[in-house]
């Protein structure tokens, strides 16, 4: 029986804030109620084992805060809590991880809490890709802190069921973002080999075949400029770096077309007929 009664006054606290904020009351005496909120400790202690029903309560709560504040003084300063207790009562609760973060990282203009969350999503749910997803993504739109963005699209690209998706984030940020050709190379490919989808197939080739043009320019260009210091003259030609053994042999180009010299640095002739169809 007492367990009951535990489970009424619980929900009937819970719906008395509910109720408080659509009094409109100042948001100075909101917020000092609302910080009596119990935590999320408290609450799954004293719900008896009822925790979906009472996270679904407290979801709800949740958006009311939420529409409540933006709607009227954009002051988000109570968000983490709520999020925390209703994380608390079901740790499985996708939404309120993911979009939660989302908002604090955006509405909230407080990272640090949509990281504090993430973490909590990872820890108590270590399997699922989409809390480090997210984690990266706060970092790559949020703070342009592309290194950490890419380390977390890495991480959920390797979870169990994860999508395509975790890994065409890391190898786009690590080549587009970072500069990391080797790794943009190395990730691109992994995607290539283990995506059963042939689009993603498509969009992987396109990248594995540029990176690896660029790759080979810098190897070109290191190796001129190597003949360059033995011989006091720049190289007339590529084939110079292969007759005096600065090279093995000059590398495919992966479009097709071929590299060469001009002015004393390596392009390729697939760019300059790109750059001509785009002019």
Not at 25 to 44: C, D, N, Q, R, T
Not at 159 to 187: E, F, H, I, Q, S
Not at 225 to 246: D, M
């Amino acid at each position: 029986m007492k367990r009951y009664i535990y489970i009424v006054l619980l929900i009937l606290l819970i719906a008395n804030f509910s109720y408080r904020i659509d009094l409109k009351k100042s948001p100075h005496k909101l917020i000092g109620e609302l910080m009596y909120f119990p935590s999320g400790v408290a609450v799954k202690a004293l719900s008896m084992g009822f925790y979906a029903p009472l996270a679904d309560l407290v979801w709800l709560r949740f958006i009311q805060y939420y529409g409540e504040h933006r709607m009227t003084d954009v002051r988000f300063e109570l968000m983490y809590h709520i999020l925390d207790i209703l994380t608390t009562l079901d740790t499985r609760f996708v939404h309120a991880y993911n979009l939660g973060a989302l908002m604090l990282a955006h509405d909230a203009q407080s990272p640090d809490q949509a990281f504090q969350l993430l973490k909590k999503a990872m820890y108590l749910n270590p399997e699922d890709w989409r809390y480090p997803f997210v984690y990266g993504f706060i970092n790559y739109v949020f703070l342009a802190k592309y290194k950490v963005a890419e380390v977390y699209f890495r991480l959920a690209g390797q979870k169990p069921n994860a999508t395509d998706m975790p890994k065409r984030w890391a190898a786009y940020c690590a080549y587009r973002k970072v500069g990391d050709l080797k790794t943009a190379l190395a990730l691109w490919l992994d995607l290539y080999n283990s995506t059963n989808n042939p689009e993603e197939k498509k969009i992987a080739e396109v990248y594995i075949k540029e990176i690896k043009m660029k790759l080979d320019i810098q190897f070109l260009n290191k190796k001129v400029k190597k003949f360059t210091e033995k011989f006091k003259h720049p190289p007339y030609g590529l084939r110079e770096l292969v007759l005096n053994a600065i090279i093995d042999s000059i590398p495919t180009e992966p479009h097709g077309g071929k590299y060469y010299l001009s002015k004393g640095r390596v392009k390729s002739s697939w760019e300059l007929r790109l750059k001509r169809r785009f002019r």
